[in-house]
């Protein structure tokens, strides 16, 4: 499931004070078609795409600095696909900050401008990271006024496992990456706690592949005029005590949240080990033992977003005796065989676990 966010500047009626309203994109698979009503609104459009960002990074990162892309076979992740994700994020925040503080300062030419940010915001925090950075900027330039709004596509998951599979490459998502990005996607709702910033935000079917609908449209529009009329405020000051909350709370949900994702983890591995024994039941031992070594580098390293395909590679690598980045998955012998359909199962699991859970989520709402 994926997120998109849209900052949107907009003049104010006085000549020396102007206007970005933010508007975040948010849900599975969304496929946003620009409603020429709202373009009409912006003199300027400046969009910034976290994965082209990613994927630039990526390529520096391989050696290709004359700016060759990425393999369209490769679909492989690793390591540096993680490093050139967190580095993108960071790179994409900076761009935003700059652009924004060119804008109030008086350095652009547009009068008024409408920012896209691509990316997924499945989290709140995330999107909450960026609502705290046009904080940062009001503060910096008192007379700017930015507006907030977040517009989210609702995809079922089926949907989504659908869209992915036309993909190729690493543009196609591991399953496992899907699955959990389904179990966490926290939706706009301003009355959970410290989400009151996401007041202003709609609600769009995006289970067909186009939104081409002039009722949802006008959601759209209605959402981004609301934000506008109602800016960002600034951020208040915290004391060290509050401040020092905020970061033991931060601390405490990444803990769980690792916690949970380095239990599954070792569920899948103990599935694995499982099928070694099957198969070649003396090596059930050494198997073992390997799950143990990756839990422990998954806990020194935090890679466990690296998702279940790296785990299961590196784990039949080590097992096989090959290297991590060869083609384990295509050799014919019983072990092969029992740790892939082990995965499989473990995968198929998982999706019947989501869909009780989203099943129970729907009867109790109805």
Same mark, same amino acid.
Request: charged share 30%; hydrophobic share 35%.
């Given at each position: 499931?994926?997120?998109?966010?849209?900052?949107?500047?907009?003049?104010?009626?006085?000549?020396?004070?102007?206007?970005?309203?933010?508007?975040?994109?948010?849900? &599975?698979?969304? *496929?946003?078609?620009?409603?020429?009503?709202?373009?009409?609104?912006?003199?300027?459009?400046?969009?910034?795409?976290?994965?082209?960002?990613?994927?630039?990074?990526?390529?520096?990162?391989?050696?290709?600095?004359?700016?060759? #892309? +990425?393999?369209?076979?490769?679909?492989?992740?690793?390591?540096?696909?993680?490093?050139?994700? *967190?580095?993108?994020?960071?790179?994409?925040?900076?761009?935003?900050?700059?652009?924004?503080?060119?804008?109030?300062? @008086?350095? &652009?030419?547009?009068?008024?401008?409408?920012?896209?940010?691509?990316?997924?915001?499945?989290? *709140?925090?995330?999107?909450?990271?960026?609502?705290?950075?046009?904080?940062?900027?009001?503060?910096?330039?008192?007379?700017?006024?930015?507006?907030?709004?977040?517009?989210?596509?609702?995809?079922?998951?089926?949907?989504?496992?659908?869209?992915?599979? +036309? =993909?190729?490459?690493?543009?196609?998502?591991?399953?496992?990456?899907?699955?959990?990005?389904?179990?966490?996607?926290?939706?706009?709702?301003?009355?959970?706690?410290?989400?009151?910033?996401?007041?202003?935000?709609? #609600?769009?079917?995006?289970?067909?592949?186009?939104?081409?609908?002039?009722?949802?449209?006008?959601?759209?529009?209605?959402?981004? =005029? %609301?934000?506008?009329?109602?800016?960002?405020?600034?951020?208040?000051? +915290?004391? /060290?005590?509050?401040?020092?909350?905020?970061?033991?709370?931060?601390?405490?949900? *990444?803990?769980?949240?690792?916690?949970?994702?380095?239990? =599954?983890?070792?569920?899948?591995?103990?599935? %694995?080990? @499982?099928?070694?024994?099957?198969?070649?039941?003396?090596? #059930?031992?050494?198997?073992?033992?390997?799950?143990? %070594?990756?839990?422990?580098?998954?806990?020194?390293?935090?890679?466990?977003?690296? &998702? /279940?395909?790296?785990?299961?590679? /590196?784990?039949?690598?080590?097992?096989?005796?090959?290297?991590?980045?060869?083609?384990?998955?295509?050799?014919?012998?019983?072990?092969?065989? #029992?740790?892939?359909?082990?995965?499989?199962?473990?995968?198929?699991? &998982?999706?019947?676990?989501?869909?009780?859970?989203?099943? /129970?989520?729907?009867?109790?709402?109805?």
């Amino acid at each position: 499931m994926n997120g998109r966010i849209k900052p949107i500047l907009k003049n104010d009626t006085s000549d020396d004070t102007r206007i970005f309203g933010l508007g975040l994109l948010h849900g &599975g698979g969304a *496929r946003y078609k620009h409603d020429a009503a709202v373009l009409s609104l912006f003199s300027e459009i400046v969009i910034i795409d976290y994965d082209a960002i990613t994927n630039q990074e990526l390529i520096v990162r391989n050696g290709n600095d004359d700016g060759d #892309s +990425l393999d369209p076979h490769c679909i492989f992740f690793d390591s540096n696909d993680l490093a050139a994700w *967190r580095k993108g994020r960071v790179t994409a925040l900076e761009k935003l900050k700059k652009t924004l503080a060119t804008h109030f300062s @008086g350095g &652009g030419n547009a009068s008024t401008s409408l920012i896209i940010l691509d990316d997924n915001f499945h989290l *709140r925090s995330m999107r909450r990271e960026i609502y705290r950075s046009c904080q940062e900027i009001i503060k910096m330039y008192p007379r700017a006024k930015i507006g907030f709004s977040v517009l989210y596509f609702r995809t079922p998951l089926e949907v989504c496992v659908q869209r992915n599979y +036309l =993909r190729s490459g690493k543009d196609r998502v591991p399953l496992d990456v899907i699955n959990r990005m389904a179990s966490v996607l926290e939706p706009p709702d301003e009355t959970k706690s410290s989400a009151s910033f996401e007041r202003f935000h709609a #609600s769009i079917d995006n289970a067909d592949d186009i939104v081409d609908n002039m009722k949802e449209r006008k959601k759209i529009h209605e959402c981004l =005029r %609301l934000s506008l009329q109602s800016p960002i405020l600034p951020k208040n000051e +915290l004391s /060290h005590e509050q401040i020092s909350q905020l970061e033991h709370d931060r601390i405490r949900e *990444r803990d769980k949240t690792l916690k949970c994702e380095i239990q =599954r983890i070792d569920q899948l591995l103990r599935k %694995l080990v @499982g099928a070694v024994g099957g198969v070649e039941k003396k090596r #059930s031992r050494e198997a073992n033992e390997i799950r143990k %070594l990756m839990l422990e580098m998954i806990r020194q390293h935090d890679v466990v977003d690296m &998702g /279940h395909d790296y785990i299961i590679r /590196h784990f039949a690598c080590s097992i096989l005796g090959t290297e991590l980045n060869s083609d384990w998955h295509y050799l014919e012998n019983p072990l092969v065989l #029992s740790i892939k359909d082990a995965y499989q199962q473990f995968e198929q699991e &998982g999706m019947t676990v989501m869909h009780s859970s989203q099943e /129970h989520d729907s009867t109790t709402n109805e």
